[in-house]
């Protein structure tokens, strides 16, 4: 397994989110170009001079990944302009099924599809003409550890981040032949807004930098999956390879029922 060069220029999508934001800040440092999308204006200026402060030259894009042609056109112009060596696909939201299990309404299961999946794809097609000119870089995907058994109380959500494992997995071997590093990255509970606003219970809940550090590690070595923390990332891959109906019983006797 071959290790990536250690990146000097890095776009992050997402980054004004809990983990985006954490991940520009461990690669902040003297000499690296920082290039951060997000759509909170305030959030994005605030993380651009905290990371400047640490050396690190940083440049800012507001936009709402749904708009996806401009969002690939933005990537794709940018990588070629700073020949970026990573690109970590961080970008995402989270709906559930209600208190009530009501359930997920449409429109809001379309927008996630639009963020989670589509707007990563998007990314990605931004991103490959550049590096695969040069026969060189890197792509991160963040999924999730509901990708390996799907959640009653946030289904849709579930299945994207399924949709994000399957497509960095079938990336990386289509790519590593050409000298681009794919790495999926399914984390389980991060404390973020997102991670609060969502249902049920959440064990081994870690601090957003201690993903960040780990996420940046796991890199580094270029590990096709960095799933953490180990009791949770074990639990879950454990539901997938029980019999359903079994996997279902245990999530809600620790009150996973939607």
Same mark, same amino acid.
């Given at each position: 397994?071959?290790?990536?060069?250690?990146?000097?220029?890095?776009?992050?999508?997402?980054?004004?989110?809990?983990?985006?934001?954490?991940?520009?800040? !461990?690669?902040?440092?003297?000499?690296?170009?920082?290039? #951060?999308?997000?759509?909170?204006?305030?959030? &994005?200026? @605030?993380?651009?001079?905290?990371?400047?402060?640490?050396?690190?030259? !940083? &440049?800012?894009?507001? #936009?709402?990944?749904?708009?996806?042609?401009?969002?690939?056109?933005?990537?794709?112009?940018?990588?070629?302009? @700073?020949?970026?060596?990573?690109?970590?696909?961080?970008?995402?939201?989270?709906?559930?099924?209600?208190?009530?299990?009501?359930?997920?309404?449409?429109?809001?299961?379309?927008? #996630?599809?639009? !963020?989670?999946?589509?707007?990563?794809?998007?990314? *990605?097609?931004?991103?490959?003409?550049?590096?695969?000119?040069?026969?060189?870089?890197?792509?991160?995907?963040?999924?999730?550890?509901?990708?390996?058994?799907?959640?009653?109380?946030?289904?849709?959500?579930?299945?994207?981040?399924?949709?994000?494992?399957?497509?960095?997995?079938?990336?990386?071997?289509?790519?590593?032949?050409?000298?681009?590093?794919?790495? *999926?990255?399914?984390?389980?509970?991060?404390?973020?807004?997102?991670?609060?606003?969502?249902?049920?219970?959440?064990? %081994?809940?870690?601090?957003?930098?201690?993903?960040?550090? *780990?996420?940046?590690?796991?890199?580094?070595?270029?590990?096709?999956?960095?799933? %953490?923390? %180990?009791?949770?990332?074990?639990?879950?891959?454990?539901?997938? *390879? &029980?019999?359903?109906?079994?996997?279902?019983?245990? &999530?809600?006797? !620790?009150?996973?029922?939607?």
């Amino acid at each position: 397994m071959t290790r990536p060069a250690v990146p000097k220029t890095v776009l992050i999508t997402g980054a004004t989110g809990g983990i985006g934001g954490a991940l520009a800040e !461990v690669y902040a440092e003297a000499g690296n170009t920082l290039i #951060l999308q997000g759509r909170n204006v305030a959030r &994005l200026a @605030e993380l651009a001079a905290l990371c400047e402060a640490r050396g690190a030259r !940083v &440049l800012t894009r507001e #936009l709402d990944v749904r708009n996806r042609d401009e969002l690939s056109a933005w990537v794709h112009e940018i990588s070629q302009q @700073e020949q970026v060596d990573l690109v970590i696909v961080n970008a995402g939201v989270n709906i559930n099924i209600g208190p009530d299990g009501a359930g997920e309404r449409w429109e809001d299961v379309q927008a #996630l599809i639009e !963020v989670n999946v589509l707007a990563a794809m998007a990314t *990605v097609n931004g991103a490959l003409p550049s590096m695969r000119a040069r026969g060189q870089g890197q792509i991160a995907l963040i999924s999730s550890l509901a990708a390996y058994f799907g959640l009653a109380a946030t289904p849709s959500y579930s299945a994207s981040k399924a949709a994000i494992k399957a497509y960095g997995e079938g990336l990386r071997g289509w790519l590593g032949p050409e000298g681009i590093h794919v790495n *999926v990255i399914m984390p389980g509970y991060v404390d973020s807004q997102m991670c609060r606003d969502m249902p049920g219970p959440k064990p %081994f809940l870690w601090p957003a930098d201690k993903a960040a550090r *780990v996420i940046k590690s796991g890199l580094a070595r270029n590990q096709s999956r960095i799933s %953490f923390p %180990f009791p949770l990332n074990f639990g879950t891959w454990g539901l997938s *390879v &029980l019999r359903p109906a079994i996997s279902q019983r245990i &999530l809600r006797l !620790v009150g996973y029922h939607g």
